[in-house]
T-cell receptor
C-alpha cells in the first residue's frame, strides 16, 4: 500500500538557520504530494502541494520539489523564524479526487531565538 | 469565508458510552473526511463522505460511523467507547472533485475515562 516516511524529529534550529525535512514515499501510479503544518492546539493547515513530477510547491518561504526518480518531496526553507515552530506532515493522495490521504508521522520543529 | 467548524472542542466521556462529533465544512465543499490523531498512531483516516454518501473508508471497527447531511455537514459517532479511543478527531473538507488538498478544522479532543 501507499506510505510516507519522514525524518525523525524533533528538529531544533536557531533562528535564520536553513531547514530541510526529508520525506520519501511509496505509492502506485502518480500521487499528489503535500506538506501540512500543525501549530499547537490547532488542526492541520495546507502549506504547499505538487501534483506532478518536477512540480515545485512553495508558500511562506517554504519549498518542496516533487522528485519522481527518488520518490521524494523534501521540505526546505532558507531562513527559519521562531514562528515556524510546529509539527510538519508530509502526505500523499493517489485518489483522483485528492481524497484518502496517507500522512507521514510528522516532524516536530523547534526554532530558538 | 468561514473555515471548517468542529464542535465541541473538548469532550470527556466514560468507557461504554457513545459520542457524536459534528463538522461543518467550508461553504460549497461537498466532501468531508474524518481522521483520528494519536501520539502513537499518528493521523489515521476514518472515512470520507461526498454528497451524503460514504465514498472511502479506513480500517476502523464498526463502532465508528458517520453520516453527511444535505447541507454537507457531517457527524461522526463512536459507540461503546474504549480508553484507546481517546484522541484528537479532525475533520477536513474539500470540493471533492479536485486535487487541491483539504482544509482542516481545529479538531475535537475526546478523552475517555
Amino acid at each position: 500500500g501507499n506510505s510516507v516516511t519522514q525524518m525523525e524529529g524533533p528538529v531544533t534550529l536557531s533562528e535564520e538557520a536553513f531547514l530541510t525535512i526529508n520525506c520519501t514515499y511509496t505509492a502506485t501510479g502518480y500521487p499528489s504530494l503535500f506538506w501540512y503544518v500543525q501549530y499547537p492546539g490547532e488542526g492541520l493547515q495546507l502549506l504547499l502541494k505538487a501534483t506532478k513530477a518536477d512540480d515545485k510547491g512553495s508558500n511562506k518561504g517554504f519549498e518542496a520539489t516533487y522528485r519522481k526518480e527518488t520518490t521524494s518531496f523534501h521540505l526546505e526553507k532558507g531562513s527559519v523564524q521562531v514562528s515556524d515552530s510546529a509539527v510538519y506532515f508530509c502526505a500523499l493522495s493517489s485518489d483522483n479526487y485528492g481524497q484518502n490521504f496517507v500522512f507521514g508521522p510528522g516532524t516536530r520543529l523547534s526554532v530558538l531565538p | 469565508k468561514a473555515g471548517v467548524t468542529q464542535t465541541p472542542r473538548y469532550l470527556i466521556k466514560t468507557r461504554g458510552q457513545q459520542v457524536t462529533l459534528s463538522c461543518s465544512p467550508i461553504s460549497g465543499h461537498r466532501s468531508v473526511s474524518w481522521y483520528q490523531q494519536t501520539p502513537g498512531q499518528g493521523l489515521q483516516f476514518l472515512f470520507e463522505y461526498f454528497s451524503e454518501t460514504q465514498r472511502n473508508k479506513g480500517n476502523f471497527p464498526g463502532r465508528f460511523s458517520g453520516r453527511q447531511f444535505s447541507n454537507s455537514r457531517s457527524e461522526m459517532n463512536v459507540s461503546t467507547l474504549e480508553l484507546g479511543d481517546s484522541a484528537l478527531y479532525l475533520c477536513a473538507s474539500s470540493t471533492g472533485t479536485e486535487v487541491y488538498g483539504y482544509t482542516f478544522g481545529s479538531g475535537t479532543r475526546l478523552t475517555v475515562v
